[in-house]
């Protein structure tokens, strides 16, 4: 039961990025900022490190996560496309028209994220305690971000406050599920690089076509470029302090 235990502590987390979001929303743009750079700090610190070790750990073949990666970049892109939820940003940017539906598929992605979060919890306590309370660790720090990202997408698609705050009860509930849903399962090592290169490239197109853009496109500024890399830092050191 202890992935479950620290899962919880996940919730409380992400509650309260979720609310520093609201909090500060007039200050969404910066907000936005950091949370493109914490994305890109979880891709590149996190999971993709994380794919190499398991290619060298299990000798798989790289195309494998590589073409995961390169579907979940994909599938996100083609879900907005199929559903008008993106309808062309630059003409968004340029009127000031806003799409919720936008933001509410974008904070059900990151929701789906948080799942998986707490899958990866359950799954590095099947390995040992040790790299379970590591993992765990990790997840709770950057999940601050996923609250808070998931109310900086609501908000800056023009959601209702109300609906903002369903969507992040269900984004803090998310982690404890999925901890809770390893105690069902065991996934071997090939199964692992799927997930993780398919979830690195889901991230990369929410932080490359949604957070950035709409981070810089009426407020561009050298404050929100220099959080975008703050993001990028805090994860980074968070990722030493796992690792060490």
Do not use: C
Request: a neutral charge; hydrophobic letters at 55%.
């Amino acid at each position: 039961m202890l992935p479950t235990i620290f899962a919880l502590t996940t919730f409380f987390s992400t509650a309260l990025g979720g609310f520093f979001a609201l909090k500060y929303r007039d200050h969404l743009h910066r907000i936005l900022g950091f949370t493109a750079g914490v994305l890109l700090g979880v891709i590149a610190f996190d999971l993709l490190p994380e794919i190499f070790a398991l290619l060298n750990s299990t000798k798989s073949d790289p195309v494998v996560p590589m073409i995961a990666l390169v579907i979940g970049f994909l599938t996100f892109h083609i879900v907005e496309k199929l559903t008008l939820i993106h309808s062309a940003h630059e003409g968004e940017y340029e009127h000031g028209h806003k799409h919720p539906r936008v933001g509410f598929f974008s904070a059900l992605a990151l929701s789906a994220h948080s799942f998986f979060d707490g899958i990866g919890i359950g799954l590095a306590f099947q390995v040992n305690v040790q790299v379970g309370l590591a993992v765990a660790i990790a997840v709770i720090a950057h999940d601050f971000s996923d609250g808070l990202n998931t109310v900086s997408l609501m908000l800056s698609h023009k959601n209702s406050v109300r609906k903002t705050l369903w969507v992040l009860a269900l984004d803090a509930l998310a982690p404890v599920a999925g901890a809770a849903s390893t105690l069902l399962f065991r996934l071997n090592g090939t199964q692992l690089l799927v997930y993780l290169g398919f979830f690195a490239g889901f991230l990369l197109y929410i932080g490359a076509s949604d957070i950035l853009p709409e981070a810089h496109s009426k407020h561009p500024s050298r404050i929100t470029l220099l959080l975008t890399i703050l993001g990028v830092a805090i994860i980074f050191g968070i990722s030493r302090v796992s690792i060490g």
